[in-house]
């Protein structure tokens, strides 16, 4: 199923009620805006807007900066906040309660432990109070009629000397809600090379292994992160593209390595490494309204998430940063309807195929495409017709 079937168009209603993945998600880029206020007023924090309505405004604002650093730095007051096990525990619930009700049945949350030791939690400690989060808001969304899975993504901050600390986390809690490793932070100039060892360590104890890359740099980020990181997926991943020549009757499209989608009506020449990505089909964790706001891309028209799935790239959609991209699964799954031409059929591809990356059992993943996810859209479908 691809964009050329030409099937159905869904609307937002019917979007926000199909079946959800997300893989790539940020525990700290996701809180609830009037959250951010209550925790900042406790524990002395001070903000840039007094109301949830302009601090809403201003973490978008500021997040559309255009480039990488400067998104980053709206996480001081999301990190600031989330200090104590209550504080965690809180935000971790409401996430859960959030995503459910976008629909979403299966999610990872992924955060970097250290930045949350302020307050004198350890790294078990604080791991051990996003998972009661967790479980809390499982729960709640089960008491209210949406039933979601969700796991832990323990990250280490690529900027700081942790990251053995992380994995020797993950590792400890890899049967008590953790499904996987990721490093994340400041890309260019923190390859996955600044500590070579971790990386057998995390493959010999069997932990799933995701790495931003692809995002502020380019194809040496992301054959380091595929090729010594073992990366089972990769965080956006979408700079893949500048591997990519599209040609048009004898002119490449993309000569200049631009992220574009257009020229869809010639071929395409892959590089070594876009065909090992391809090849492997190795998911790549695409976030198209954070990838505009980091200059990754100009537009949702011309974002690669449409071309590189054509390619037939294990293509998933996400949200990164719900606060500061002021978005969700439905939000960034209308957008590609309207601007890029998506049908369901497009849906249902990166659904399932997040699905099929999704960090747990190769049983319990089909029974998710099949239980869950499939029926699902047959739903939709069918008020479309």
Not at 136 to 157: F, S
Not at 270 to 278: D, I, K, Q, T
Not at 291 to 314: C, M, W, Y
Request: glycine share 10%.
């Amino acid at each position: 199923m691809t964009t050329q079937d030409h099937g159905a168009r869904p609307g937002e209603a019917l979007i926000r009620a199909l079946p959800k993945v997300v893989l790539h998600d940020h525990l700290d880029g996701g809180l609830r805006p009037q959250t951010v206020l209550e925790l900042a007023d406790a524990a002395g924090h001070e903000l840039p807007a007094a109301d949830a309505d302009s601090l809403a405004a201003w973490f978008r604002d500021a997040a559309d900066s255009g480039t990488l650093v400067r998104y980053l730095e709206t996480f001081e007051h999301t990190i600031a906040v989330m200090q104590t096990a209550d504080d965690l525990a809180r935000v971790a619930r409401e996430a859960v309660l959030d995503l459910a009700a976008d629909g979403v049945v299966y999610a990872e949350q992924r955060w970097a432990p250290e930045q949350h030791l302020r307050g004198g939690l350890s790294l078990g400690e604080a791991v051990e109070a996003v998972q009661a989060g967790i479980d809390d808001g499982i729960a709640a969304a089960a008491a209210g009629g949406h039933i979601i899975r969700v796991g832990q993504l323990v990250g280490a901050m690529r900027q700081a000397d942790r990251w053995q600390e992380v994995a020797d986390l993950a590792v400890t809690y890899r049967d008590r809600g953790v499904v996987g490793f990721d490093i994340a932070g400041p890309e260019d100039g923190f390859l996955p090379s600044r500590h070579l060892g971790i990386w057998r360590f995390l493959a010999e104890h069997d932990v799933p292994v995701t790495i931003h890359a692809g995002e502020a740099a380019g194809l040496d980020s992301i054959g380091q992160a595929v090729h010594l990181g073992q990366a089972d997926r990769l965080g956006h991943g979408a700079r893949i593209i500048d591997d990519i020549a599209f040609v048009s009757d004898g002119d490449h499209d993309s000569s200049d390595g631009a992220l574009s989608a257009d020229g869809r009506g010639g071929s395409a020449d892959l590089g070594r490494l876009a065909h090992w990505v391809r090849d492997h089909q190795i998911p790549l964790e695409l976030c198209p309204v954070s990838n505009l706001q980091t200059g990754v891309a100009e537009s949702i028209a011309t974002h690669p998430i449409t071309r590189l799935k054509e390619l037939d790239f294990a293509v998933t959609l996400n949200t990164d940063n719900r606060l500061m991209s002021r978005t969700s699964m439905t939000h960034e799954m209308k957008l590609l309807v309207d601007e890029a031409g998506w049908t369901i059929d497009d849906l249902v591809d990166v659904t399932v195929t997040a699905a099929w990356g999704a960090f747990m059992h190769h049983d319990e993943r089909r029974d998710l495409v099949d239980q869950v996810i499939m029926p699902g859209f047959q739903k939709v479908e069918g008020a479309l017709v």
